[in-house]
């Protein structure tokens, strides 16, 4: 699928992966990081590892370590990668105490550490993490509104009718549990989901919202929310990648054709708002000063660029995988730190466009950086 110079370009960020994830995975070797502090991968498990805490061993990115642990086990054969993967997907055993805190995130937690497990070792205790997990997200279902409801708060912020583009990237735990299980209610759950959102958070040029309100006893839309974007009908730009991501998922699990071209769509709006610098801002209406920008929303539109790349046929692939390899090449070129002052890969990483921790690394960005780059190399791990 590649050129050569591009081959050649992948070989050698490969390389710079496998230097750094050497040392990065034996010092971070007992943690579950989200970003670093001072070049230092911080620890959300260090933090009540057993108690109620949703910014700790709950925190919803705390499958990202574990994955990226699995990948680097599937490229290099080395064992200790899965000995670290599975030293985090333990720790996350503390959440199935809980019940706040765990939200739709779970596709996230469990399915790069739990699922990944079983997939390479067979593992039946990763299984029953993710069958427990599996079942969690099914239950956030709303019947009447058709849609798997996002967080649990009721006092602060009523959110019972609330879902977010996020989820689409969870909704494949619950295609992998049907396919697990031979029981079809997971899957039924998880098109339904998708169908809502295909129906209710794309709009007509192809952007999508971050967050929908429903009526949750009655279903039908109530209203959209500007989310972790610049505000109400702005485009987040990392929401942008879950739908697009998001769908191209649900297209490889179902097969079906709607998924593919709503994936599309989002992809389409996406490419056409892709800055000439390659620099993917945090929303893509957000002013021009300051030019905050996030580096997860290009690592992670490029996996979902190349995975339709790889669907489509021959006369329309560069469509997307030359954006992809654009936002890959900056990403190396700019906004990588191949140096042994950071554990973090990525730099400029945004949470949200008004958290002021902008431009930091984020676990997730240098997760989907390391998928992308395995990605275009080929005959990599699906964690999803
Ligand atoms: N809430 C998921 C994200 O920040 O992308």
Request: charged residues 25%.
């Amino acid at each position: 699928m590649l050129e050569q110079q591009d081959r050649l370009w992948v070989e050698s960020v490969i390389q710079k992966l496998s230097n750094k994830m050497n040392w990065v995975s034996e010092k971070s070797r007992e943690k579950i990081p989200y970003t670093t502090k001072d070049g230092t991968h911080d620890d959300r498990s260090a933090d009540n590892p057993s108690g109620y805490d949703a910014d700790g061993i709950c925190w919803w990115t705390n499958g990202f370590w574990g994955g990226m642990m699995w990948l680097m086990h599937h490229e290099t054969g080395e064992e200790r990668y899965r000995e670290i993967a599975e030293i985090s997907e333990a720790k996350l055993d503390a959440c199935f105490e809980q019940f706040h805190g765990l939200h739709h995130d779970v596709g996230f937690m469990w399915l790069p550490t739990s699922v990944a497990n079983y997939r390479v070792t067979g593992n039946r205790e990763s299984r029953k993490r993710a069958l427990h997990a599996a079942s969690l997200l099914a239950g956030r279902f709303n019947v009447v509104g058709s849609f798997i409801r996002a967080w649990d708060d009721l006092e602060e912020g009523d959110t019972r009718g609330w879902a977010i583009i996020d989820c689409m990237f969870n909704i494949p735990l619950l295609y992998w549990a049907s396919k697990e299980t031979n029981d079809p209610r997971y899957r039924q759950i998880a098109e339904r989901h998708a169908d809502t959102v295909m129906e209710t958070f794309v709009r007509p040029d192809g952007s999508v919202h971050h967050i929908v309100e429903f009526d949750p006893f009655h279903g039908g839309f109530v209203r959209a929310h500007g989310g972790q974007g610049y505000g109400d009908g702005s485009s987040w730009t990392r929401g942008q990648t879950w739908g697009l991501y998001g769908f191209m998922m649900s297209y490889r699990h179902t097969g079906n054709e709607k998924y593919l071209q709503t994936a599309q769509r989002i992809a389409h709006y996406f490419i056409a708002n892709i800055p000439e610098s390659g620099i993917i801002p945090i929303d893509f209406r957000q002013p021009k000063e300051p030019a905050y920008e996030d580096s997860t929303a290009a690592a992670i539109a490029a996996c979902g660029l190349i995975e339709i790349a790889n669907a489509v046929g021959e006369l329309e692939r560069d469509m997307y995988l030359r954006p992809a390899l654009k936002l890959l090449r900056r990403l190396d070129e700019s906004r990588a730190d191949w140096s042994e002052s950071s554990d973090a890969i990525l730099t400029h990483g945004s949470a949200a466009y008004h958290n002021p921790n902008r431009h930091t690394s984020i676990i997730y960005g240098d997760y989907y950086f390391m998928e992308a780059i395995f990605k275009l190399k080929g005959g990599d791990l699906y964690l999803w």
